[in-house]
């Protein structure tokens, strides 16, 4: 092992022959652009039509803007290194940086998402006093607090990391700064950093998870009781995105982030990671459009006021 400070990272990423590696470049490149394009649409649609400015709506677009960082933070260097393959390298301070942003947006999704089952259980639980409890105010504190939550609650972690000291190897077997990752490289004792982030992994997760469900379960009883079939389809049509976007979202976090360390397998972690990272940002903008009537006659107009005013 060499003693020296290590100044800076390589990353990995993706071993494949030159060829393999265009075609992947050329595909991840297309869904970050999408990405980008979708989930900017979706904000436009949300600012521009004054029928989507509503807490549901405004909720929606917050987690649009994460998706845009929550993917800026990490496929832009993934691109370069796979069309730069000669140059897969990062400082230390830029990739403990990568790590602090990634985790900022990942936590900031978890509260997202409680703050739009909360919108949803109000909706159908207590629809006469939704404008009310639920208002476009109290949407905007929600979305304020819970990036202050997240701040808080990732200062602890973001502090322990950057007092983490490097002195070789240095080679990280992913495309981005992974926490384990790191972990596994740093030359000092990570047992009270480690123990650190499993427990804010399990609280915030566990319980984002727990509120969410806890919220879905007040919702499925109220639903219940609703006599007619319709009714109870259409209210559990407003919550059918949602719930898609929650199960993928968990279904990926909680298989890399709350797996015993022993059992980790970081080839593994690489393939969900593409898929959480890359795929599903793309993926949840076309959700909420497929599943929204509100969403979709919204699009249909901007694209009628386009037309008529530039063709």
């Not at 030159?18 to 652009?33: G, H």
């Amino acid at each position: 092992m060499n003693n020296s400070e290590v100044t800076e990272f390589i990353l990995l990423g993706f071993s494949l022959a030159e060829e393999n590696r265009a075609c992947l470049f050329s595909f991840f490149l297309l869904l970050y652009i999408s990405t980008i394009v979708a989930n900017v649409f979706i904000i436009v649609l949300v600012y521009k039509d004054h029928h989507l400015y509503k807490p549901m709506y405004i909720l929606i677009s917050s987690f649009s803007f994460l998706e845009i960082c929550y993917t800026a933070v990490t496929v832009p260097k993934m691109l370069s290194d796979l069309s730069h393959p000669n140059r897969c390298t990062i400082s230390v301070v830029g990739c403990i940086t990568q790590y602090n942003f990634f985790s900022l947006c990942a936590a900031m999704e978890h509260f997202i998402l409680v703050a739009m089952a909360f919108d949803r259980y109000v909706a159908i639980c207590y629809p006469l006093q939704y404008g009310s409890i639920m208002n476009n105010k109290t949407c905007i504190q929600l979305v304020i607090v819970s990036w202050i939550i997240s701040c808080c609650s990732l200062s602890i972690p973001a502090f322990s990391v950057s007092k983490l000291y490097f002195c070789g190897p240095n080679v990280i077997d992913h495309f981005f700064c992974e926490f384990n990752h790191m972990l596994k490289l740093s030359c000092t004792d990570t047992f009270i950093v480690q123990t650190i982030f499993s427990f804010l992994s399990w609280l915030i997760i566990g319980g984002c998870l727990i509120c969410i469900g806890i919220s879905y379960g007040f919702i499925i009883f109220t639903v219940l009781k609703i006599p007619s079939r319709s009714g109870k389809w259409k209210a559990f049509s407003t919550c059918a995105s949602h719930l898609t976007v929650v199960g993928i979202f968990y279904g990926t976090v909680i298989f890399i982030y709350l797996r015993p360390t022993e059992r980790l397998n970081f080839h593994e972690n690489k393939v969900v990671s593409v898929f959480y990272i890359i795929v599903t940002p793309v993926l949840n903008p076309i959700i909420y459009s497929f599943k929204n009537q509100l969403l979709r006659d919204a699009a249909s107009n901007l694209f009628c006021r386009i037309r008529t005013q530039y063709f």
